[in-house]
């Protein structure tokens, strides 16, 4: 099998206003994983996915459909084209998308969006808490009551009210799979509040696991290192993104296809029934955390 050539960094500088695109960034994250055989590991699966319109939320909606799962996806209004997209990405691999636009800050819209998946495809069995928000702050003084609300409000606010809602629906052999980040085993100088959201999504996913073992439900989290998304050029100096990832041992940012198999991984019955309440890490050669 031949070797996948990815964009090395330094990538081209550049900004956008949030919450961000996959199609206005350059060159475009890739999401399509031509190297990816799918093998029927969720044939007839249903998952709801958020922030599933672009970077690593969409990779995983493909892969998932190579797999045999229809997917529900949750996205921003403003990302509607991306969402458009991702939807005909999965229609290609032959299962079907449901778009559902709406914010998971709030609560309301978080159990419209279970019901609305459960209507649609009459079951739900993964649910995949992607969605985030982040902000470059230099200084802890420069982060306002509202930044700080905001950001716990998407990161982890929203995963604990998609996974209640989620648990009406789930049953044994139900998985709940959570998008943490290094930031939040190692904390960032610039993202306080990021990384604190995500550590809390670490000990979240950890205490879940060992809440619903007794249900037979799953919970586990991919937490990534520096990957080629949208939320790097709405949440960064142009510079800064220029240079995403360069200091890991690679040399370059990952891919968010090269994230999604993890997410396929914790999904799957056949790889990791006998594991829940794991915190993975994509961290390009990085060998500092575990």
Known sequence: MPQQQQPKSPLPAQTQPKPGLDSAMTPRPEYQAPLYRGSGKLQGKVALITGGDSGIGRAVAV???????????????????????????VVKEGRQALLISGDVTDRGFCDRAVDQTVERFGRLDILVNNAAYQETRERLEEITDDDWDLTFRTNIYGYFYLARAALRHLKAGGVIINCGSITGLEGNKTLIDYASTKGAIHAFTKSLALN???????????????????????????????????????????????VAPAFVFFASEADSSYISGEVFTILGGETRAS
Do not use: F
């Open 63 to 89: 892969l998932y459909a190579r797999e045999g799962a229809d997917v529900a996806i949750v996205y921003l209004p403003p990302e509607q084209s991306d969402a458009d997209e991702t939807q005909r990405a």
């Open 212 to 258: 619903l073992a007794d249900r037979q439900i799953r919970v586990n989290c991919v937490a990534p290192g520096p990957i080629w998304t949208p939320l790097q050029p709405v949440s960064k100096p142009p510079e800064q993104v220029a240079e995403h990832g360069a200091k890991t041992p690679m040399q370059r940012p990952g891919q968010p296809e090269e």
